[in-house]
T-cell receptor, first 119, second 112 residues
Framework: GAVVSQHPSRVICKSGTSVKIECRSL??????MFWYRQFPKKSLMLMAT?????????EQGVEKDKFLINHASLTLSTLTVTSAHPEDSSFYIC???????????????FGPGTRLTVL | QKEVEQDPGPLSVPEGAIVSLNCTYS??????FMWYRQYSRKGPELLMY????GNKEDGRFTAQVDKSSKYISLFIRDSQPSDSATYLC????????????FGTGTRLTIIP
């Protein structure tokens, strides 16, 4: 159990276009999802926290208008990178936590990540 | 000072050796402690989950938490080349669905 999927796994786009990344919890209800960014050989950098049905909470320094997050249901959150530029190229990973037996609400389960390359 | 400190390595050990990975932290409010394994270009995978102080064993993996010292460890017995990965410690207060605080990760290589 506790499977999180991401789609697409890899995307290449032109500068100035927008890219949408989906994160789904497959076997549990994700009341909260987190979006991270990771540079090569670096640790995870939390971008934002989203609770189902609420506006996302962004970390300091993360542009809300550039990284649009929507958490419309208990199994789906999306991250849209708007007007992407080469410096947005990175590995984006989502994680989810929520109702699961035993219900601790502390564990996070990660998706496999999406590699974004902006040309 | 970072809330969570983790030696980035890299750490190389021969196959079959016991591996010890550690993190220290400064926030006494942390109650939940996790270890994740991340292979290159993949998402982190939850390995061990511990609440408060104590030990937890799962196969070749043992997680230890010493809250008095603010120190957590992950031991890997009979290490295998497939254990080569980056290991991240993570911790949280467990209040609702709050964000976790991660260590920087330790790169581990098991030499056949």
């Amino acid at each position: 159990g506790a499977v999180v999927s991401q789609h697409p796994s890899r995307v290449i786009c032109k500068s100035g276009t927008s890219v949408k990344i989906e994160c789904r919890s497959l076997d549990f209800q994700a009341t909260t999802m987190f979006w991270y960014r990771q540079f090569p050989k670096k640790s995870l950098m939390l971008m934002a926290t989203s609770n189902e049905g609420s506006k996302a909470t962004y970390e300091q320094g993360v542009e809300k208008d550039k990284f649009l997050i929507n958490h419309a249901s208990l199994t789906l959150s999306t991250l849209t990178v708007t007007s992407a530029h080469p410096e947005d190229s990175s590995f984006y990973i989502c994680s989810a936590t929520g109702t699961r037996r035993p219900t601790t609400q502390a564990e996070q389960f990660f998706g496999p990540g999406t590699r974004l390359t902006v040309l | 000072q970072k809330e969570v400190e983790q030696d980035p390595g890299p750490l190389s050990v021969p196959e079959g050796a016991i591996v010890s990975l550690n993190c220290t932290y400064s926030n006494s409010a942390f109650q939940y402690f996790m270890w994740y394994r991340q292979y290159s270009r993949k998402g982190p995978e939850l390995l061990m989950y511990t609440y408060s102080s104590g030990n937890k064993e799962d196969g070749r993996f043992t997680a230890q938490v010493d809250k008095s010292s603010k120190y957590i460890s992950l031991f890997i017995r009979d290490s295998q080349p497939s254990d080569s990965a980056t290991y991240l410690c993570a911790m949280g207060r467990g209040k609702g669905n709050e964000k976790l605080t991660f260590g920087t990760g330790t790169r581990l290589t098991i030499i056949p």
